[in-house]
Structures are given as C-alpha cells and as structure tokens.
C-alpha cells in the first residue's frame, strides 16, 4: 500500500533523465497537455467553486467574501517566497520540472476535498473547513503554478519559439475554461444517479425522479480533478530546462527579489495591468449565476453556459491563435491598448440593448472574448520579455520570481471577482433567497411535485444586480488594463536586440 501512494504521488519516466535533444514538437505538446490540466483544475476552483459554496453548501456570500480576502492575503506573501524558492532550486532536473514531478497529484486531491458534501454542517464549522481547506490549496497550488509558467522561457532561447510557446499555453488555459461549461452536464448526469448515499435535493423546472447537487458536484469533481492532476504531471519527464541557471552562489533572496521586483518597470506595467483590469473575469463567475438563475431558472443551466460561453470562449481562442501574427505587424502594445478600449463596448451593449435576443448576446460575447484573447497573451509575453530585460540589465534571471507576479495576479483576480460578486449579491439579499429557493424545490422534489420558477419577475433586484455583474463591472476592467501599457517601452526590435546581446554573453561565460 506504501509503494502504490508513493507511485500515486511521485511516478516518473524511465527518459526523465534522458537528454532529449533540442526543443521539438513534441515536447511543446506534451508541455501543452499538462497546461489543459492543470487548467481544469483550476478552471473549476476559479468558476465553479463559488457556486459550490454558495448554493449548494449554503455559506453566506458575506463569509465568502472574507475567505477570499484572508486566503489571498496568505497568497501575497505565499507567491513571492515560493518564487524565490524556485529560483532558489539546484537540481539535477533543473529548477522548475522537480515542482512537476512532486506537485501535481496532491493539487488534485486537495481539489477533491474541497468539495466535499458539509452542507449539514454548523456554519462556523463549514466556513472553518472551507478556509483551512482553500489555503491547503492554495499553497500547493502555487507550488506547481509558478514553475509551470517559468518553465517557458527555460525551455527554449529563440524568441519566436517562446512567443509561439506562451500562446499556445494561453490558447490551451482557455480551452481548460471550458470544463466550466462541460463541467455542469456531467454534474447533472452524475447526480441523477441514485447511488444510496445522498438526500434527493431536486432541481427547478425538472422531472428527474431523484437528482442531488452535492453528489453530482463532488463526483464531476473527482473524475475532472484526477484527469487534470495526471496531465499535469506529465510534463516532468518530457520537458527540458535548456537556459543554464547561475551558481548557487549568485542566488538572491527574498529582499533582493522584492528589490529587483520594483526595478523591472516592464514588469510592474504588465502586473498593474492585470490587476486593474480583473474585473474582467467577474463574467466567467456571476456569468454561471445568471446562466443557472435568470436564463435557466434554478434548472437548465447547462444550455445557457454552452450558449453563452461558447461564443465567448471560440472568440477567445482565435484571437489567442493570431496573436503572435498581430503582434509582428502591429506591435504587441499598439494591439493590447486597442483591443482593451475596443473590449468595453459589447459589455455596455448587452446592457443597454438587453440579454433577451440570445443571437446578439451570443455576436457580443464572442466579440468580447475575441478581444480579450490578445491581452491575455500579450500579458503573458510582456512578463517572459520583461525576465530577458533585467538579466540584460542585472545579469540576474529570476524566472519563478517574475512568473509569480502571474501567479500572484490571477489568484488576486479571482479574490477582488469573488469579493465584489459577493458583496453586491449580500446587497440584494442573495443568500437568504437561495436559502429558501433550496429549501423549496427539495420539498417540491421529495413529494413528486415540478418546481416552477421565473426567476427574472420574481426578483428583479437579483436579476439586476446579475446584469452589472457581467456588464459594466468587466467594462470597466477593459479601460482601466489599457492605462499602465501606455508606458510600456519594450518594443519588439528593441528586445530582439537583447536576446541577440544574452546570447552572446551567455556563450562567453560558458566558454569561461
């Protein structure tokens, strides 16, 4: 039993070791395949999670505001000291690939146990589990996030490899997105089997004869977290760390990182970037609200996601796809300032114009997800170019300590869209209404009765707030992420000429 959890947790390769040759194919294939899982993973505590706790397990929207907040304030130091850990790492696997050996199966496990049924429970107990359980996650998680970003300005010198490389990992974490979507059919299929060990919770507007949304979220959840947590793996063995790390000797510390943090303006421009344009991802979170209550009417939710975040996501992927081309003709600031300001005007749109004619919802949101794909890469990119900058200036290369400025930044989003979701949802009496919606169509369920809701005309400050939710809130977020790249001032020959200037020095010190 001993050997089976030790080969659970720490399989490996036979060619782990093996030197493989230069950068293939391959090898990005087999990179971009832990990337879609580690993206499942995340795509579901991201979106799904706080569902999860809200309307299934019923803790109130305000607790979970102040969850997120404690959770990601242990996330702002948990980033930058697990940074410079990597950094900090001297093996014979490099310094990111033994995070991707160790790393992945736990993140999966952990992921199963938040979602575990506690809905029972007292809520001082529930919302106790909920925090000890989510910083377990979050540590681990970072644990194997930052090496698996800061692996691709390792893996290959050549810029326009690196360029491909990073755009296609963007391109794959939205393709992740999408278990968001696949995640609730499955749900539903897995919860409508009576299996013996649930209470028959019902659905809206449904005549399942038993259906349980904790038994379908805890089931979706341990097939989905298992399949990303082995793709995630995979990519230990098969990758190459192919840029020589410094002595151990020229190491730096938590301080001197903070310090060379501040000094990198690129960087700070790209990070600031990120995180005033958050709200962006608020769709991706109320979005599931309103697919389940307003569209769906407590039942149908699937239908709607896949009507609604399909567009969204096709738009996203496509852009994602010709963003290395837009960024060789254009400039990858030229296109990340226009497809920012250009990205509030279907928000505004769908607001004023109204949800209800499902074609022009479905023409916005892929529009919306069309512009949102360059910045999402062209961020990405902006923090590996910036790596490149401050070896040139310093000699230093701190790739985890960049990398978790990323990190850091989308755990940050996910914290201020989860808060701000919630505390706008506690203005409108979110929870108690949940609370006695639940209440009644598990009744309704138990004695054989079809539950029907309307739920836009029968709460209309609900449905409202929804609307601002996944409107103006995420317009918001596009104007204000245009605002530090104004100054941005790596240009596209400019780098060129630093990665032809490390090349060489990087050859004279080998030669030395």
């Known amino acids: 039993m001993k050997n089976k959890i030790k080969e659970l947790f720490c399989w490996s390769f036979p060619n782990a070791t093996k030197d493989i040759g230069p950068y293939s194919n391959k090898e990005r294939n087999v990179y971009l ?26 803790i109130p929207t305000i607790a979970v505001s102040v969850i997120m907040g404690i959770s990601r304030i242990w996330d702002g130091l948990n980033d930058i000291i697990m940074g410079t850990v990597v950094d900090k790492t001297h093996t014979r696997w490099g310094k990111c690939r033994p995070y991707l050996k160790f790393v992945p199966m736990p993140i999966a496990l952990t992921t199963i146990l938040l979602f575990l049924p506690i809905g029972n429970m007292s809520t001082a107990f529930k919302i106790v589990f909920v925090i000890l359980t989510f910083l377990l996650w979050e540590t681990l998680y970072t644990l194997g996030d930052i090496p698996l970003w800061g692996v691709t300005s390792l893996m290959t010198p050549e810029e326009e490899k690196r360029a491909k490389l990073i755009s296609a990992a963007r391109t794959i974490s939205s393709v992740g997105s999408i278990v968001v979507v696949g995640f609730y059919p499955i749900k539903d299929a897995l919860g409508a089997i009576d299996i013996g060990l649930f209470e028959n919770t019902g659905k809206a507007n449904s005549d399942l004869a038993f259906f349980s949304e904790p038994q379908g979220y805890l089931l979706a959840v341990i097939v989905i977290a298992l399949f990303g947590g082995i793709l995630f793996r995979l990519p230990f063995a098969f990758i190459r760390e192919r840029i020589a790390q410094a002595p151990k000797e020229k190491d730096t510390g938590l301080k001197e990182n903070l310090k060379l943090m501040w000094e990198n ?129 310093t000699g230093k290369r701190n790739d985890g300590v960049f990398f978790s400025g990323l990190n850091f930044t989308s755990k940050l989003t996910a914290a201020i869209t989860a808060i701000v979701t919630n505390l706008i949802f506690s203005l409108v009496d979110y929870t108690a209404t949940i609370n006695e919606l639940t209440e009644n169509i598990a009744t309704a369920s138990a004695q054989g009765i079809d539950y029907t809701l309307n739920f836009a005309s029968s709460y209309p400050e609900i449905t409202s707030a929804m609307l601002v939710l996944i409107t103006f809130v995420p317009a918001i977020g596009c104007i ?8 941005y001032f790596l240009d596209e020959k400019k780098h060129a000429k630093i990665l032809e200037e490390l090349e060489e020095i990087r050859a004279n010190n080998v030669i030395e």
């Not at 993206?39 to 999860?52: A, D, K, R």
């Not at 400039?331 to 949800?355: D, M, Q, T």
């Not at 204000?480 to 100054?487: K, V």
Request: proline content about 2%.
């Open 480 to 487: 204000l992420q245009a605002l530090p790249i104004h100054g």
């Open 265 to 393: 303006k690129l960087f700070l421009r790209a990070l600031s970037s990120n995180i005033l344009g958050c709200t962006k991802t608020i769709l991706m979170t109320a979005g599931i609200y309103f697919c389940k209550w307003v569209l769906g009417n407590g039942g149908n939710e699937t239908l709607w996601l896949i009507k609604c975040g399909g567009p969204f996501l096709v738009g996203m992927i496509i852009a994602m796809n010709v963003s290395t081309y837009f960024a060789k003709k254009f400039g990858k600031k030229k296109v990340y300032l226009a497809s920012s300001y250009l990205n509030a005007i279907p928000y505004v749109l769908i607001f004023f114009i109204g949800y209800q004619n499902i074609l022009f919802l479905g023409v916005m949101l892929f529009i919306a997800g069309f512009l949102t794909g360059f910045t999402t890469v062209y961020n990405t990119t902006m923090i590996a170019d910036s790596v490149d900058y401050m070896e040139h200036k």
């Open 33 to 58: 395949a832990g990337m879609f899982g580690q993206n499942i993973i995340y795509s579901v505590i991201g979106s799904v999670l706080q569902v999860f706790y809200t309307d299934i397990i019923l």
